[in-house]
Nanobody, 124 residues
Framework: EKQLVESGGGLVAAGGSLRLSCAAS????????IGWFRQAPGKEREAVSC????????YYANSVKGRVTISSDNAQTTVHLQMNNLKPEDTAVYYC?????????????????WGRGTQVTVSS
């Protein structure tokens, strides 16, 4: 079964760090672009970052630029999102998406696969 599973969320104090993971299974990982998104209550879904290893491409939203690093472990078919210097406004459900088309995975334009999300809560 084709699947994306997020992990690594939790409760962290402002200024702390979390490492989120998006594990893919059931499809050819190298053929897909992986995007990270977040959504807080009452807010629209926001693209955070994405990566295409085959195209040597990464994207970071301005809101997280300088604090977030995305990486891909192709052997483990897992994409990681290292988040540092977290702020309360980073609190959201974080989820990953996959699609073979870059803009679908990176902008969230109906990507083929979505994970179920992992909660990140940053306390002040």
């Amino acid at each position: 079964e084709k699947q994306l599973v997020e992990s690594g969320g939790g409760l962290v104090a402002a200024g702390g760090s979390l490492r989120l993971s998006c594990a893919a299974s059931g499809f050819t990982f190298d053929d897909y672009v992986i995007g990270w998104f977040r959504q807080a209550p009452g807010k629209e879904r926001e693209a955070v970052s994405c990566i295409s290893s085959s195209n040597n491409f990464t994207y970071y939203a301005n809101s997280v630029k300088g604090r977030v690093t995305i990486s891909s472990d192709n052997a483990q078919t897992t994409v990681h999102l290292q988040m540092n210097n977290l702020k309360p406004e980073d609190t959201a459900v974080y989820y990953c998406a996959a699609d073979s088309v870059l803009h679908r995975a990176c902008r969230g334009y109906e990507p083929q696969y979505w994970g179920r999300g992992t909660q990140v809560t940053v306390s002040s």
